[in-house]
Structures are given as structure tokens and as C-alpha cells.
């Protein structure tokens, strides 16, 4: 999850909540304190029903499982989708999706896949493995054509996996100078991804789920997307789609257990990624997909393949492979904890973001500074230890009962 999110959701409830708030005030007659009979005591305010079952997270150091660091490949620009001729070939690349990889996947593999078939093309190779070689793989497929995937390293092992799982779809996407020019575009994938994954709700599994998220602060929370120090401003798109989401709301003072005095409860599509990620490799090779793990080290390698249309899905890979410096690192760390299936919502404070996988609880830091252009994948578990202290610490202050 990320933290320019959490403040635009934060500011998009609050309008509503202000709205509500002067709507309530101006049905209200209005009385004075002597009006109220000092014997009547003012009534408890209760938990609301629907938030009093949260179950407990066991935030502890000992329970993480792991702690894991990828790069988010951004593009100032936004991602990479376009035709490239590449001596006989054709190249169609599908990279650079910044933070938003898995949210976007199914809408930028569409439009990867129909310049792949303008080609007449009906077989084809897909190099990448990741999310957005696997999507697109499968809608290739979908669209009649024999695929064949090339990949240096498979799932587990890509950087895919190691994503939050949140329906992200402008996260650290494309810089605000080149929003403009990506606002319609962005849009195409983002309803078409969307609409996929309302196809993918109640498989077995659970790959895809809407789940409750609580947002807690200590002040009220605004509109401003505040600057994540040394990172550009992002572009922003989530106001195009309104719909696709349902709107934040704020819970009033003890009408929720947390100790944090203002609180927004958002819901949200999460990916169960190691399910997922088993479900799109299983349904290719179902569908009689091919995969060779191989690894390139120069695009004169791609010349010898048979296939003579490729999509380039290699993420991240793409800044080597094809000596493409306008990818920029950015580096980002997730520990996860044992999994507590009775935990079904997440949250997210300032500093650290909790989402309810069923491959274990994910436990972000938000406010890292040094992440943009910075390739370095070293753990810090230091880090996490402390998110897993301050997630702790909510759950301390939180009102049982
Ligand atoms: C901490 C963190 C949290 C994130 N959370 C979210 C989230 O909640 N939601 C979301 O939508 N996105 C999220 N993202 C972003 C998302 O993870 C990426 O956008 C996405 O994984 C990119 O997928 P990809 O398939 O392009 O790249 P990858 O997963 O890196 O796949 C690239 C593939 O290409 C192969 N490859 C690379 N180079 C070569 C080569 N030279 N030869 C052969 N094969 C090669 C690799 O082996 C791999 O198979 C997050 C990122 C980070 C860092």
C-alpha cells in the first residue's frame, strides 16, 4: 500500500464526511445544555456492530516469516506499451508499471495483445514470467494465439511476488508532468483490469478479494497528496473512475475500537498472490502454454527465437536487457507475518500499511525516504521489526469487548 494513497483516500471521505456532518446539523433543533435533564446520563457511544469483531493481529518480531525487497520499475512517463521493430521481429514491449503492476496487468496485456495480433502473428513468444507476462500470456491464448513464455526466473521467484497485493492502479505510475498524456490510456486498463477481477471473485482459493481497510490517524485527515521526500510528484487518476471503488467513510469517536482519533474505513480489491500467481500458471499450461526458462543478455539474443512477434514483459529486467535508462528503481520492503485467517481487514497508519493475505499478514513501512533510484534489494529487517512494533502498538490501544 502506499502512503500518496492513504492520504487521497483520507481526503476523499473527509468531503463526504463534512457534507454529512453539516446535513445532520441543519435537521438537528438545536438545544441548549440546560435543556437536557441533568438526571438522564449521556448514552454510551457503542462500537458499531460491523467493526466490533476485528480480530486481534499477533504483531510480533518472532511471527514475521520473511522479509522481502523488490523494485518497483517506474517510467517518468508511465509504462512502456509499443511496437518496436527489432531486425525481423516484431518486439511489443509491456514494461515499466511502477507500483502498479498487478493492478494495471489485465488492461496493459489487452492493449500489448492487440498489437501483437495486428501483426498476423499467431504464435507468439511472451519474455517475462512476472505479472504482466503471465496476464498477458493468458489473454494471448484467449485470443486463439499458441504462446510460448521465456524467462530467466518463474514464480516465486519474481519480483511479482513480492508486491503488497492491493488494487494500486496509480501508484508511483508515471510522473505528473506525463499524467495528461497517460489519463486516457490509463483509464482503458484500469476498467478493463477491474472488470477482470470481478471475474476472478469466489474461485477456490480465493485469489481476489474485497476486503475492509482501516486508515488511522492522530489529526484529521485532508486532501493533499503530501511529497514522499526525494521522489517526483506522481501522477494521479483514481477521480476518473469513481465508481470502481466504494467511497471511504469516517467512523465518529467510539463507534470503532481504535485508540487513534480519526479513523476511515475504505474497502478494497487485495490479490492472495501466491494463489493467484499458482492460478495464472496453472491456467496457462492448461491451456497448452510452453515455458523455457532462459535467460537474454542482449536483444540480438531475442533474433533466434521462432516465434516473430514477442511481447516484452521484463519488468524491471528491461533496464539491462535493453539499456533502457528511463527505468527508475524503486525500491520497496514487505515482511510477512505467520497468516491469521481470522484477520480479514487492513489497515494502515502514517508510517505502516497491514494487508490480510492469506499467505500471511503483510506488513509495510509507507514512509521510507531513499527508495527512488535505489536498486539495492539488501533486507533491512531492522525496519520491519519496527513497523511489527508500531502495528503492535495499535493493537494495544485498541478497545475489546
Ligand atoms: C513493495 C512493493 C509493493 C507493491 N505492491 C503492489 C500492489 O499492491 N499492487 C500492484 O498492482 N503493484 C504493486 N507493486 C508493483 C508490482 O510489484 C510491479 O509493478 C510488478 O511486479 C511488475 O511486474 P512485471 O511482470 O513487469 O515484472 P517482474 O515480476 O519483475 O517480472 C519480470 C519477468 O521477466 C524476467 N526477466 C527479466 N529480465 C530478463 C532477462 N534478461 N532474460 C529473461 N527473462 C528476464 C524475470 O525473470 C521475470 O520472469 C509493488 C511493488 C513493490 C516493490
Known sequence: MQRRQFLRQAGATLAVASTAAVASCTRQPVTSASAVPA???????????????????????????????????????????????????????NYGHGGSGWSLSWGSGTLAVRMAQATGARAIGVIGCGAIGLTSAILAQRAGLAVRIYAKALPPDVYSMRASGLWTPDSRLCDAAHAPALAVRWEEMARISHATYQSLLGVPGRPIEWIDGYALADAPMGHGHAAIPGEPEYGQFQDRVPELL??????????????????????????????????LMADFLAAGGKIEVREFSHPRELLKLPEHTLINATGYGAKALFNDDSIVPVRGQTAR??????????????HVSMVPRSDGLLVQVLDDTGDFNNADTTPDRAASEAAVRELAAVMAGMRRG
Open 246 to 279: 466504494p467511497h471511504p467513510v469516517d467512523l465518529p469517536p467510539g463507534s470503532h475500537p481504535f485508540a487513534q482519533p480519526y479513523v476511515r474505513r475504505y474497502a478494497t480489491l487485495m490479490f492472495n498472490i501466491s494463489t493467484y500467481a499458482r492460478m
Open 337 to 350: 507475518l505467520i497468516p491469521q485467517p481470522e484477520v480479514t481487514y487492513g489497515l494502515r497508519t502514517r
Open 39 to 93: 438526571t438522564v446520563p449521556p448514552p454510551a457511544v457503542r462500537i458499531r456492530p460491523d467493526v466490533a469483531e476485528l480480530a486481534p493481529v499477533r504483531a510480533q518480531a518472532d511471527r514475521i516469516t520473511g522479509v522481502y525487497v523488490c523494485t518497483r520499475p517506474f517510467r517518468a512517463a508511465g509504462p512502456r506499451i509499443e511496437t518496436e521493430k527489432l531486425g525481423h521481429k516484431t518486439l511489443v514491449h
